[in-house]
């Protein structure tokens, strides 16, 4: 992939009531992408997804200081996959990667994400080991991922996330495909192409409150 330009990679972060986080998250995602900013460059928008802390107020203070930063604010609380739909439409990269701002995914993993992608794969994406949670959610999270599998009307990659990078087309069929039943990580197997996956260990949340938990991943499988 020539880079004669510097390429435009958009980066899209949901949050939800994540004042806590978005400080070391913004400290953590400027060091990673600090050494690849000689062949791109970045554009980060947060969708302010309906908080009711200070995460709009911090957002809009970044946006002041650093051009990079962008802020879409949703009417409401929509859910993540809406929000992360919403960047999508935004977006103005010939890559997007998806990210959350609670660091369970690793900022730094964002420089091997695009050398894959920059390998000419369409699509790069996160494949999950264990995760730092109860065992109880892990037992859920497995027998949601089997059942899922096993009813898609479509291919679905058990343990890959939403943290990926993958290329503008992809996106394109994302959004062309007006999905009634918004998985954005379905979206994306769905779409095809060329894809790497890259395994990685999953963090601890490095601030706030998970928005997500067993109940929420049973009322999601039944929807």
Not at 65 to 72: C, F, N, T, Y
Not at 95 to 115: F, S, T, V
Not at 118 to 136: K, T
Not at 145 to 165: H, N, W
Request: charged share 25%.
């Amino acid at each position: 992939m020539s880079q004669d330009k510097a390429q435009l990679i958009s980066l899209i972060c949901p949050v939800h009531n994540e004042e806590e986080a978005i400080p070391i998250f913004l400290k953590r995602l400027r060091e990673s992408i600090a050494p690849l900013e000689s062949h791109y460059d970045f554009e980060l928008i947060f969708i302010n997804d309906g908080s009711t802390d200070r995460t709009m107020e911090l957002v809009k203070a970044e946006c002041a200081r650093d051009e990079m930063v962008q802020l879409v604010t949703l009417s409401r609380n929509f859910g993540y996959q809406a929000a992360v739909l919403s960047g999508l439409q935004h977006a103005a990269g010939v890559a997007m990667i998806i990210i959350a701002a609670d660091c369970e995914d690793p900022p730094e993993l964002i420089p091997r994400l695009i050398e894959g992608w920059n390998q000419g794969h369409d699509i790069v994406y996160g494949l999950r080991g264990e995760r730092p949670e109860p065992l109880l959610v892990q037992l859920g999270r497995k027998a949601y991922y089997q059942l899922t599998r096993r009813i898609a009307d479509s291919d679905f990659i058990p343990y890959m996330g939403e943290f990926a990078v993958f290329s503008r087309r992809v996106r394109d069929v994302i959004l062309a495909n007006r999905s009634t039943f918004l998985f954005i990580r379905s979206e994306i197997a769905f779409a095809g192409f060329s894809r790497l996956a890259i395994p990685y260990t999953s963090q601890l949340r490095i601030g706030g409150k998970s928005h997500y938990n067993l109940w929420g991943m049973f009322k999601f499988a039944i929807g």
